[in-house]
Nanobody, 125 residues
Protein backbone atom coordinates (compact mmCIF):
# COMPACT_ATOMS: atom_id res chain seq x y z
CA UNK A 1 0.00 0.00 0.00
CA UNK A 2 1.33 3.42 -0.96
CA UNK A 3 -0.13 6.82 -0.22
CA UNK A 4 1.20 9.96 -1.80
CA UNK A 5 0.08 13.36 -0.57
CA UNK A 6 0.60 16.44 -2.68
CA UNK A 7 -0.80 19.89 -3.30
CA UNK A 8 0.80 21.78 -0.45
CA UNK A 9 2.39 25.17 -0.86
CA UNK A 10 2.66 28.69 0.50
CA UNK A 11 -0.40 30.90 0.52
CA UNK A 12 -1.63 34.06 2.18
CA UNK A 13 -4.12 33.99 5.01
CA UNK A 14 -7.64 33.73 3.67
CA UNK A 15 -6.66 31.82 0.55
CA UNK A 16 -7.41 28.22 -0.36
CA UNK A 17 -5.52 25.04 -1.17
CA UNK A 18 -6.60 21.56 -2.16
CA UNK A 19 -4.55 18.63 -1.01
CA UNK A 20 -4.72 15.30 -2.76
CA UNK A 21 -3.79 11.82 -1.60
CA UNK A 22 -3.26 9.26 -4.32
CA UNK A 23 -3.48 5.66 -3.16
CA UNK A 24 -2.25 2.43 -4.67
CA UNK A 25 -2.77 -1.04 -3.28
CA UNK A 26 -5.75 0.25 -1.35
CA UNK A 27 -9.32 -0.78 -1.99
CA UNK A 28 -10.65 2.70 -1.47
CA UNK A 29 -14.22 1.71 -0.95
CA UNK A 30 -13.39 -0.45 2.08
CA UNK A 31 -10.84 1.69 3.91
CA UNK A 32 -11.32 4.52 6.36
CA UNK A 33 -9.19 7.50 5.39
CA UNK A 34 -7.97 10.56 7.19
CA UNK A 35 -5.86 13.69 7.14
CA UNK A 36 -3.53 14.64 9.97
CA UNK A 37 -1.10 17.49 10.39
CA UNK A 38 1.98 18.23 12.40
CA UNK A 39 3.33 21.68 13.05
CA UNK A 40 6.97 22.21 14.10
CA UNK A 41 7.41 21.35 17.77
CA UNK A 42 3.88 19.97 18.10
CA UNK A 43 2.30 16.55 18.09
CA UNK A 44 0.52 15.16 15.08
CA UNK A 45 -3.18 15.99 15.20
CA UNK A 46 -6.32 14.81 13.50
CA UNK A 47 -7.70 17.16 10.86
CA UNK A 48 -10.44 15.29 8.99
CA UNK A 49 -11.60 11.77 8.33
CA UNK A 50 -14.05 9.81 6.23
CA UNK A 51 -15.51 6.40 6.89
CA UNK A 52 -15.22 3.38 4.64
CA UNK A 53 -18.47 3.98 2.78
CA UNK A 54 -17.82 7.68 2.32
CA UNK A 55 -21.07 8.82 3.87
CA UNK A 56 -19.70 10.00 7.20
CA UNK A 57 -17.05 12.63 7.81
CA UNK A 58 -15.61 14.30 10.87
CA UNK A 59 -13.40 17.29 11.43
CA UNK A 60 -11.25 18.81 14.09
CA UNK A 61 -13.01 21.74 15.72
CA UNK A 62 -10.30 24.12 14.51
CA UNK A 63 -11.04 23.40 10.83
CA UNK A 64 -14.76 22.69 10.89
CA UNK A 65 -16.58 24.85 8.37
CA UNK A 66 -13.36 25.68 6.51
CA UNK A 67 -12.03 22.29 5.40
CA UNK A 68 -13.83 19.59 3.43
CA UNK A 69 -12.68 16.00 3.02
CA UNK A 70 -13.82 13.99 0.03
CA UNK A 71 -12.77 11.06 -2.07
CA UNK A 72 -13.06 9.78 -5.61
CA UNK A 73 -13.22 6.01 -5.47
CA UNK A 74 -12.76 5.64 -9.22
CA UNK A 75 -9.52 7.60 -9.04
CA UNK A 76 -8.42 6.11 -5.71
CA UNK A 77 -7.79 9.63 -4.52
CA UNK A 78 -8.78 11.52 -1.41
CA UNK A 79 -8.92 15.30 -1.16
CA UNK A 80 -8.81 17.99 1.48
CA UNK A 81 -10.22 21.30 0.35
CA UNK A 82 -8.91 23.98 2.67
CA UNK A 83 -10.56 27.40 2.57
CA UNK A 84 -10.04 30.53 4.62
CA UNK A 85 -6.61 29.36 5.63
CA UNK A 86 -5.04 30.80 8.75
CA UNK A 87 -1.39 31.03 9.83
CA UNK A 88 -2.13 28.41 12.50
CA UNK A 89 -2.93 25.92 9.73
CA UNK A 90 0.76 25.90 8.83
CA UNK A 91 1.98 22.32 9.15
CA UNK A 92 2.98 19.22 7.27
CA UNK A 93 -0.17 17.39 6.25
CA UNK A 94 -0.33 13.61 6.09
CA UNK A 95 -2.91 11.30 4.63
CA UNK A 96 -3.56 7.94 6.19
CA UNK A 97 -5.55 4.77 5.57
CA UNK A 98 -7.13 2.36 8.00
CA UNK A 99 -7.98 -1.04 6.55
CA UNK A 100 -10.86 -1.48 9.01
CA UNK A 101 -14.22 -1.23 7.28
CA UNK A 102 -16.19 0.58 9.94
CA UNK A 103 -18.97 3.10 9.66
CA UNK A 104 -17.33 5.50 12.10
CA UNK A 105 -14.53 7.93 11.38
CA UNK A 106 -11.13 7.11 12.85
CA UNK A 107 -9.76 10.12 14.70
CA UNK A 108 -6.75 8.59 16.45
CA UNK A 109 -3.48 8.29 14.57
CA UNK A 110 -2.72 4.91 16.16
CA UNK A 111 -5.75 3.49 14.35
CA UNK A 112 -4.27 4.02 10.93
CA UNK A 113 -2.19 1.38 9.19
CA UNK A 114 -0.68 3.30 6.29
CA UNK A 115 0.70 6.82 5.97
CA UNK A 116 1.73 9.08 3.14
CA UNK A 117 4.96 11.08 3.17
CA UNK A 118 3.40 14.46 3.96
CA UNK A 119 3.02 17.71 2.09
CA UNK A 120 3.89 21.08 3.57
CA UNK A 121 1.40 23.90 3.91
CA UNK A 122 2.56 27.37 4.90
CA UNK A 123 0.09 30.17 5.51
CA UNK A 124 1.52 33.64 5.87
CA UNK A 125 -0.30 36.52 7.54
Amino acid sequence: VQLQAFGGGTVQAGESLRLSCAASGVTFGTYRMGWFRQAPGKEREFVAGINWSGDTTDYAYSVKGRFTISRDVAKNTMYLQMNSLKPEDTATYYCAADRTSRSTVAIFSRTYDYWGQGTEVTVSS
